[in-house]
């Protein structure tokens, strides 16, 4: 049984406002939030001129494990997550083996209850071979969050983009279909084009042209027609164009909208700009694309078109980065830093501290519909992230917790800084230490 833990007079940001208030911590949940006396065998955290957020939800991430653990594994990347405030993840299907069957979700959590400190869950892939069990699966009762990882783009196992696995998936899918958007056909004709003219080194600020708008845009119309012709509940994943900001609407709650997006933070804070300094360092799929575009997200974020935002935390070792563009593994690491540049974007007057709790916290909970998680509620699982937005540190190697050692941020200072992060009610990181044996729960779906 966790110790009771008090955290006192800390500025809570929560549902739209910011108050300051006692909050107990007693058996994973938060039993009461108001103006609370010590008990006497309470561990009593002065939060006096901190602010205390839920625990940030991260929507997507790819920790590697199984099969890709000399990139990342779920503990180091929990460690990772947690000292960046985040206390619950949504993993990918894109480890080795593919997550495509139920046996292979099951193993992934099995692998999380001894190794993850944050809470988990798993998409469940999707391609033209397993479709059939996919829809013959009850999603919607799937331990965790019950999701579809569909991806277009995705070469080999994970591919899902021709017009009749498409239409039949969209026609008998129960859950969520979560889709990382971008036009394949469209993408292999722009890569031939400029191999002809530069070989495998094609200089990487191409990748924005390669990996185009157009690819993008087409890629999400044609999921958003498919889900309008059947009803589907559609999740856009990573958005990267200011163009399909405009295919999303904002003038209903998220909980009746049957099509939703996100943003990852690469694509808020870097653009084609940082091409020439950081290279293929900054290679992601979708790409990382203009200034107006980073604009257009941060526009579409704060008028509620884009619902969400997640890191799509990516890691490679430098030696898979580190090679001429066709070879250099798309994708970095970001989930450690995730909440760092969303307090920074504040510092800089460009987001409300309640708007990235309603866009990290809340809306991930509400989107997925995870059980008492999300928000700073009596009842609800004590995830919590207590923040000091009068610090400066810079992000460095000898800082950096991911297994592949690097980040894209390295010589970033940042405002702001995470010091304490709590999951079910145990203080798991506590700044500089961390509880190791303390581990997450799978995420569960509200009935
Ligand atoms: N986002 C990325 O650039 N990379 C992802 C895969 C993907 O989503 O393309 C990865 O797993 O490395």
């Keep these: 049984m966790n110790q009771r833990i008090l955290i006192k007079g800390s500025t809570i940001v929560n549902e739209g406002k910011t108050v300051i208030a006692d909050v107990l911590l007693s058996e994973g949940r938060i039993a009461k939030i108001g103006k609370i006396e010590a008990e006497p065998d309470d561990k009593v955290i002065d939060g006096t001129g901190k602010h205390l957020f839920p625990g940030i939800i991260d929507g997507q991430v790819h920790f590697r494990d199984p099969g890709a653990t000399h990139k990342a594994d779920l503990h180091t990347e929990s460690k990772a997550a947690v000292v960046g405030g985040v206390t619950s ?4 299907p894109n480890t080795i083996p593919n997550t495509l069957t139920m046996e292979r979700l099951n193993e992934k959590y099995e692998i999380a ?21 996919v829809i013959k699966t009850d999603t919607t009762k799937l331990m965790g969050v019950s999701d579809d990882g569909l991806y277009f783009t995705k070469k080999g196992n994970l591919l899902a983009d021709n017009p009749e696995t498409m239409e039949k998936l969209f026609a008998n899918c129960k859950s969520i279909i979560a889709i990382h958007s971008e036009k394949e056909q469209i993408v292999e004709q722009n890569e031939e ?12 600020k191409f990748h924005p042209i390669i990996r185009s708008t157009q690819a993008c845009y087409e890629a999400t119309e044609r999921a958003i027609g498919l889900a309008e012709k059947h009803g589907a509940r559609l999740h856009i994943l990573h958005l990267t164009t200011e163009a399909e900001t405009h295919l999303f609407r904002n003038d209903i709650p998220l909980e009746e909208k049957k099509i939703t997006t996100e943003v990852s933070v690469h694509h808020l804070w870097f653009s084609d700009e940082d091409y020439e300094r950081l290279g293929v360092l900054i290679k992601w799929n979708p790409a990382i694309k203009t200034k107006k575009d980073k604009e257009g997200l941060l526009q ?49 007057g460009k987001i409300s501290l309640e708007k990235i709790a309603e866009k990290m916290c809340h ?10 998680r999300g928000y700073i509620r009596e009842g609800y699982y004590a995830d919590l992230t207590l923040v000091d937005l ?55 779906v509200e009935a």
């Excluded at 084009?193 to 094609?202: F, H, I, L, T």
């Design 363 to 372: 809306n991930p909970a509400r989107l997925y519909r995870m059980y008492k």
């Design 193 to 204: 084009k400029y191999r002809e003219m530069y070989g495998d080194d094609v200089p990487v």
């Design 390 to 444: 009068n610090q400066s540190w810079t992000v460095a190697k000898d800082n950096i917790l991911y297994k592949c050692g690097w980040s894209p941020l390295e010589g970033t200072t940042f405002h702001n800084k995470v010091l304490k992060t709590f999951v079910n009610g145990n203080l798991v990181y506590d700044e500089g230490n961390f509880a190791e044996d303390t581990f997450g729960m799978a995420i569960e």
């Design 89 to 92: 993840f949504i993993d990918m």
């Design 113 to 133: 209850s001894k190794k993850s400190l944050a809470n988990y869950s798993f998409f469940l892939g999707v391609n033209g071979d397993n479709l059939d069990e």
């Design 300 to 348: 579409a974020l704060l008028d509620d078109r884009i619902d969400l935002i997640t890191t799509d935390h990516a890691p490679h070792t430098l030696e898979e980065k580190q090679k001429p563009y066709f070879q250099s593994m798309s994708g970095a690491p970001m989930v450690q830093h995730t909440l760092n540049c969303m307090l920074e974007f504040h510092h800089q």
